[in-house]
């Protein structure tokens, strides 16, 4: 089966601009989760979006905001970019949120 | 909050070697979760642990879920060079932070033939 798709796999924006990444979950799953990929802060969760309602929140500005579609697709939004966005950004899906998540590829996102 | 450490940071080893890695936490956990990401990609999941005291493997890997719900380890017998990567644990308290694992900060690995 597919598997966790994100788009796209690279980005360059600048600062000020704003920026919407994409997830496509495994079919059936329902918990998408995302989070921050920086060398020097490790893998940092963002938010988690369960049947399109957010059920957790990590500790980052409302800059960072997502959500959630009747197919379990997902879409982050950063706003306001700060060169400090810079980052690898992963989605990740799982049937109901309480098990092991499989990841996609990832977005590289660069802020100039 | 909920915190991982992960040890050791890094290891420089042989082709044939074992490697034993762990994390710990002051926090306790549901589940405990490995990984290994390789350059250019996401975490790909190798193992993971729902109850305190499991054991399972998969191939070369063995890991453990800590008695105390509180420490995990992973080990992999026999390296070999396509073991190179960075192993995370994490860990997830589903009941009321479903979808949110708390991440370790990763163990390279570096495998020498």
């Known amino acids: 089966k597919a598997g966790v798709t994100q788009t796209p796999r690279y980005l360059i924006k600048t600062r000020g601009q704003q920026v919407t990444l994409s997830c496509s979950p495994i079919s059936g799953h329902r918990s998408v989760s995302w989070y921050q990929q920086t060398p020097g802060q490790g893998l940092q969760f963002l938010f988690e979006y369960f049947s399109e309602t957010q059920r957790n929140k990590g500790n980052f500005p409302g800059r960072f905001s997502g959500r959630q579609f009747s197919n379990s697709r997902s879409e982050m939004n950063v706003s306001t970019l700060e060169l400090g966005d810079s980052a690898l950004y992963l989605c990740a899906s799982s049937l109901e949120g309480d098990d092991g998540y499989t990841f996609g590829s990832g977005t590289r996102l660069t802020v100039v | ?113």
Do not use: H
């Open chain 2, 1 to 113: 909050g909920q915190q991982l450490n992960q040890s050791p940071q890094s290891m420089f080893i042989q082709e044939g070697e074992d490697v034993s890695m762990n994390c710990t936490s002051s926090s306790i956990f549901n589940t405990w979760l490995w990984y290994k990401q390789e350059p250019g990609e996401g975490p790909v999941l190798l193992i993971a642990l729902y109850k305190a005291g499991e054991l399972t493997s998969n191939g070369r890997l063995t890991a453990q879920f800590g008695i105390t719900r509180k420490d995990s380890f992973l080990n992999i017998s026999a390296s070999i060079p396509s073991d190179v990567g960075i192993y995370f644990c994490a860990g997830l308290l589903y009941n009321t932070n479903a979808g949110k694992s708390t991440f370790g900060d990763g163990t390279t690995l570096t495998v020498k033939p």
